[in-house]
């Protein structure tokens, strides 16, 4: 089955810029989304098709995606963007099923 | 607003089956197709199945294939998880979501539904 890795965590001081990576093989070639969840709280998504923003969801969040990464970058990062963040593919290749990547820790210093 | 409200939690026994409800309003469900998201404490979204509500037609992950069964029910605009043969392991939040069609972002979620299994 499709894989996607994400790094455990990652930290950044309030007005810099957060980059999360996404890993999987030749995932230049999938949708990739990316979803925003904070404690106790459904998923949001915050971005769609590897770089299109849903309304409400700020310009400082945007993606992209080349090769066998996919990356979430938070500009002007806030207090308020601490949360998980996971990327998710539909892999149609084998398992035609939903893959999310295994969640990155976004802590504001 | 597109909104789905989701029942409540659950305890189940090991062994047993838990249904899980999820009512829609806000947007066109037989237009839409019901996705099943569920999360144990701490780790990843993980990805159960989905129904195209117009056809009915359903795909699950591998992974449940055997143990779950998703419906809806058009007159009520209400989409039902139901998993069986439960284990500790399947402890978690259930999540239901909404997408126009399949497969897509997943832009509308319920509020969850803890499913507790314990002996």
């Known amino acids: 089955s499709y894989v996607l890795t994400q790094p455990p965590s990652v930290s950044v001081a309030p007005g810099q810029t957060a980059r999360i990576t996404c890993g999987g093989n030749?995932?230049?070639?999938?949708?990739v989304h990316w979803y925003q969840q904070k404690p106790g709280q459904a998923p949001v998504l915050v971005v769609y098709?590897?770089?299109d923003r849903p309304s409400g969801i700020p310009e400082r969040f945007s993606g992209s995606n080349s090769g066998n990464t996919a990356t979430l970058t938070i500009s002007r990062v806030e207090a308020g963007d601490e949360a998980d963040y996971y990327c998710?593919?539909?892999?149609?290749?084998?398992?035609?099923?939903?893959?999310f990547g295994t969640g990155t820790k976004v802590t504001v210093l | 607003q597109m909104q789905l409200v989701q029942s409540g939690p659950e305890v189940k026994k090991p062994g047993t089956s838990v249904k899980v409800s999820c009512k829609a309003s806000?947007?066109?469900?037989?237009?839409?197709?019901m996705q099943w998201v569920r999360q144990a404490r701490g780790q990843r979204l993980e990805w159960i199945g989905w129904?195209?509500?117009?056809?009915?037609?359903?795909n699950y992950a591998q992974k449940f294939q055997e143990r779950v069964t998703i419906t809806r029910d058009m007159s009520t605009s209400t989409a039902y998880m139901e998993l069986s043969s439960l284990r500790s392991e399947d402890t978690a939040v259930y999540y239901c979501?909404?997408?126009?069609?399949?497969?897509?972002?997943?832009?509308?979620w319920g509020q969850g539904t803890l499913v507790t299994v314990s002996s």
């Open positions: 030749n995932i230049g070639s999938k949708s």
């Open positions: 129904i195209v509500v117009g056809s009915g037609n359903t």
């Open positions: 098709d590897d770089s």
């Open positions: 998710q593919v539909w892999d149609s290749s084998s398992d035609h099923s939903y893959v």
């Open positions: 806000g947007f066109t469900f037989t237009s839409s197709a």
């Open positions: 979501a909404a997408t126009p069609v399949v497969p897509a972002a997943i832009s509308v």
